[in-house]
């Protein structure tokens, strides 16, 4: 079901073959154009089939990029010409294989590059459905008129017309048996019912049954009989618990991440105000759908306060330049000198589904711990969710 319906290759294939039916025919059309001379007339059908599929293949490769850089984003982007090289590539990359895999090399993916039809045979079994050819009712195959009795000549179903061979996605003869390059679309089926409706045939000289079911054969219900049996509870069960897990994934999941990387280039110095100062860099990811309020705090050493800025990623962000609007209003501020421990905080907003920088710099009165490495921790709050991440980090206090 997967190859023939699902697949996205077979899907893409699918889409290319109606847009190259559209512009050239059907087959015949297109291999009696293939065969012509050199012509204007030529020339636009090939070209304007190209056009469209280019056309499409960036289409493609626009919306996989999409997923990561935000689609209006994005498409702002395009419209200025503004995209960045990496932006550019990638949707370039994703268009040309669209291009290639489903406008050219079509069934030489399924026979030669996926890896699903090498395992799948692992899985199967005398009682799976596949495309099958009655053979016992199709042979001797042999050409006729339909006015010809198939009871009086010695024939089976089969007028063997080919057609089957010619709608194969792979190109394989369906009546040679259950072959690893068959896909399941059924395609082959499709075509052979209206050819026996044509010949006032009874339907199903190739269709969905199972090996048993042709050898013994059953009826649907005798076949259908066999599917709770013990390959496919165990499959079944499988399944099951991979769902399960994933369902149980998304139920505890945490609806926002945090990354808090220490600037390896900036190490422990003395600011301009006299107080000693470290430069973090942290991201805040919102995986929810609602704009969601952060507060920001940190624990670890007396005295220690957070001096923090909001990072917008601008144009200039991609030429390494990065912008800074400060977003923040600063909630509170303490530096309990009679404790052992300090705590101050920011309240950073994040809308839904984004990612914001913040450049984080902690501050500390000079001479208040030994010199060395002390650990800290951040501590970020979700204010609607209540959902609460720590962070451990360190410190540097220079000699």
């Known amino acids: ?109 399924c026979k030669y590059m996926c890896p699903y039809a090498r395992f799948q045979s692992a899985m199967f079994d005398d009682d799976t459905l596949v495309v099958t050819y009655d053979e016992a009712r199709g042979e001797p195959r042999g050409g006729r008129s339909r006015n010809v009795d198939m009871n009086t000549s010695a024939l089976g179903s089969c007028i063997d017309c080919s057609l089957c061979v010619q709608v ?96 390896s280039a900036v190490l422990g110095r003395l600011s301009d105000d006299g107080m000693l100062e470290n430069v973090y860099r942290m991201q805040i990811m919102n995986g929810t759908e609602e704009t969601q309020h952060y507060r920001i705090s940190v624990t670890g050493l007396k005295g220690l306060e957070i001096d923090a800025k909001d990072t917008k990623v601008t144009q200039d962000d991609k030429n390494k330049t990065i912008s800074k609007q400060s977003e923040f209003s600063e909630n509170t501020k303490h530096a309990n000198e009679n404790e052992s421990e300090s705590e101050s905080d920011h309240t950073l907003m994040v809308k839904p589904t984004e990612s914001r920088w913040v450049i984080v710099a902690l501050k500390m009165p000079d001479g208040n711990v030994e010199s060395g490495s002390h650990k800290i921790q951040f501590k970020i709050e979700a204010i609607e969710s209540k959902e609460i991440i720590t962070e451990k980090s360190v410190f540097l206090v220079p000699r």
């Open 1 to 109: 079901m997967w190859c023939g319906y699902a697949c996205p290759q077979t899907v893409y294939t699918e889409i290319f073959l109606w847009i190259e039916r559209k512009i050239e025919g059907d087959r015949a059309a297109r291999m009696k154009l293939d065969s012509s001379s050199i012509s204007s007339k030529k020339l636009v059908k090939k070209v304007g089939k190209h056009f469209v599929w280019i056309i499409f293949a960036l289409w493609t490769g626009f919306t996989f990029v999409g997923y990561f850089t935000p689609i209006r984003e994005l498409a702002n982007e395009f419209m200025h010409l503004s995209v960045s090289p990496w932006e550019t590539f990638w949707v370039c990359f994703y268009g040309f294989s669209t291009y290639g895999n489903a406008g050219f090399m079509r069934e030489q993916v």
């Open 168 to 263: 194969c996605p792979t190109g394989i003869d369906i009546r040679d048996g259950l072959q690893y390059e068959c896909i399941g679309c059924g395609a082959c089926a499709d075509v052979c019912d209206t050819v026996m409706d044509k010949m006032g045939y009874e339907r199903g000289l190739v269709k969905y049954s199972t090996q048993n079911a042709l050898t013994n054969n059953w009826t649907h219900r005798q076949m259908f009989r066999r599917i709770l049996r013990p390959r496919v509870l165990i499959y079944s069960a499988v399944l099951l618990l991979l769902i399960a897990g994933l369902l149980a994934s998304l139920w505890y999941r945490t609806p926002f991440r945090v990354d808090v990387m220490r600037d």
